[in-house]
T-cell receptor, first 112, second 115 residues
Framework: SQKIEQNSEALNIQEGKTATLTCNYTNYSPAYLQWYRQDPGRGPVFLLLIRENEKEKRKERLKVTFDTTLKQSLFHITASQPADSATYLCALEEAAGNKLTFGGGTRVLVKP | GAGVSQTPSNKVTEKGKYVELRCDPISGHTALYWYRQSLGQGPEFLIYFQGTGAADDSGLPNDRFFAVRPEGSVSTLKIQRTERGDSAVYLC?????????????FGEGSRLTVL
């Protein structure tokens, strides 16, 4: 069966450190993988998109990698700040599809 | 408006009642999506509209759920004979990119509670 797995345990991290989140997928052939941030009671907000032929994408303090052999994406927040505390969702779309399928999200708590 | 607007923000209803949830996408966005999110879970796809037509409704859980987008802009998600298991946050998103998925712009959601 198809699965998108993110660590369901919250990630507690000290301010200034790098947070690394994992997104693993099974039985998908994604053309795109996206990362979203979601704050409590709010809708998800787009952060980054990476294509299957891209290894890495950066945006300010964020970095995403995409390894189609390992079927995994890593999401890094460098120099983390308390304002980065939120749930982070990965989502993928297959080449033949037209919808994003989301993982369960990982909650990040950055402590000052 | 500037973003995706969803109404109502909260809806409490009794089991068996009929519910309508409205989504007003960003102007000019032809692609519109409905997702459902339960507590502690990621959004679950329900239906995708391209213009006025439902291009993919494979995520609708059963025939109690129906969605329309008659003029290619505002969409309404309709739930008949609500059940307690329908309680969730219903998220709407729109996108400028047709066919392939670009960035999705989400609304704040409609929280449905079925008593």
């Amino acid at each position: 069966s198809q699965k998108i797995e993110q660590n369901s345990e919250a990630l507690n991290i000290q301010e200034g450190k790098t947070a690394t989140l994992t997104c693993n997928y099974t039985n998908y052939s994604p053309a795109y993988l996206q990362w979203y941030r979601q704050d409590p009671g709010r809708g998800p907000v787009f952060l980054l998109l990476i294509r299957e032929n891209e290894k890495e994408k950066r945006k300010e303090r964020l970095k995403v990698t995409f390894d189609t052999t390992l079927k995994q994406s890593l999401f890094h927040i460098t120099a983390s700040q308390p304002a980065d505390s939120a749930t982070y969702l990965c989502a993928l779309e297959e080449a033949a599809g037209n919808k994003l399928t989301f993982g369960g999200g990982t909650r990040v708590l950055v402590k000052p | 408006g500037a973003g995706v607007s969803q109404t109502p923000s909260n809806k409490v209803t009794e089991k068996g009642k009929y519910v309508e949830l409205r989504c007003d996408p960003i102007s000019g966005h032809t692609a519109l999506y409905w997702y459902r999110q339960s507590l502690g879970q990621g959004p679950e796809f329900l239906i995708y509209f391209q213009g006025t037509g439902a291009a993919d409704d494979s995520g609708l859980p059963n025939d109690r759920f129906f969605a329309v987008r008659p003029e290619g802009s505002v969409s309404t998600l309709k739930i008949q004979r609500t059940e307690r298991g329908d309680s969730a946050v219903y998220l709407c998103a729109s996108s400028l990119i047709e066919g392939g998925t670009g960035e999705l712009f989400f609304g704040e959601g409609s929280r449905l509670t079925v008593l």
